[in-house]
Antibody, heavy 121, light 108 residues
Framework: QVQLQESGPGLVRPSQTLSLTCTVS??????????WTWVRQHPGKGLEWIGY???????DYNPSLKGRVVISVDTSKNQFSLKLASVTAADTAVYYC?????????????WGQGTLVTVSS | EIVVTQSPDTLSLSPGERATLSCRAS???????LAWYQQIPGQAPRLLIY???SRATGIPDRFSGSGSGTDFTLTISRLEPEDFAVYYC?????????FGQGTKLEIK
């Protein structure tokens, strides 16, 4: 099982950049078959897929975030990160980091506990 | 981008009853790469089913998934008190993913 821990500011000012880091233990971030995803959940709402980065560095993002999002990895620290630019109150949500591992046809998905980020002046 | 619609939005049942939740995709899900998650309030989601019908590690056998192409079903054979939660489906083997809006399973 992979353990994940989100970290970063709980309060971000409007128009600033939201930055979160996910520290991974129990797996190597550059191991074949692993991918690393960010998901958010607005208060009282459903899950929204933000984007992911594969073990070899390929990324895809939710088109609705209109180019504001970047996901990257730091292999030396076994971490991956989320940056979301030009935030507004609509970006207030619980942000989850997610590890997906595919091995021999089996899929496992592990989630961090989530971190609430509030956008407010 | 695949759009996913779940039904019903809310399902009211009693413990011991059978629950059937539906998930419909706007286009065929490649290799039936469809996952189901359970989310209890205040907790992160938990993977129940992947590949449309394979149970994740540690998931009780009262949970089963079926379907292919664009139509998928999650069945809980006999509801336990801890099963009352919100359930999401997600096609995952795509470049851009998305979640269904969720089905809330509540106690009748």
């Amino acid at each position: 099982q992979v353990q994940l821990q989100e970290s970063g500011p709980g309060l971000v000012r409007p128009s600033q950049t939201l930055s979160l880091t996910c520290t991974v233990s129990g797996a190597s971030i550059d191991s074949s078959g692993n991918s690393w995803t960010w998901v958010r959940q607005h208060p009282g709402k459903g899950l929204e897929w933000i984007g992911y980065i594969s073990y070899f560095g390929s990324t895809d993002y939710n088109p609705s975030l209109k180019g504001r999002v970047v996901i990257s990895v730091d292999t030396s620290k076994n971490q991956f990160s989320l940056k979301l630019a030009s935030v507004t109150a609509a970006d207030t949500a619980v942000y989850y980091c997610v590890a997906t591992t595919s091995r021999l046809g089996e899929l496992s998905v592990d989630w961090g506990q989530g971190t609430l980020v509030t956008v407010s002046s | 981008e695949i759009v996913v619609t779940q039904s019903p939005d809310t399902l009211s049942l009693s413990p011991g009853e059978r629950a059937t939740l539906s998930c419909r995709a706007s286009q065929s899900v490649s290799r039936n790469s469809l996952a189901w998650y359970q989310q209890i309030p205040g907790q992160a989601p938990r993977l129940l089913i992947y590949g449309a019908s394979s149970r994740a590690t540690g998931i009780p056998d009262r949970f089963s998934g079926s379907g292919s192409g664009t139509d998928f079903t999650l069945t809980i054979s006999r509801l336990e008190p801890e099963d009352f939660a919100v359930y999401y489906c997600q096609p995952y083997d795509t470049s851009v993913s998305t979640f269904g809006q969720g089905t809330k399973l509540e106690i009748k």
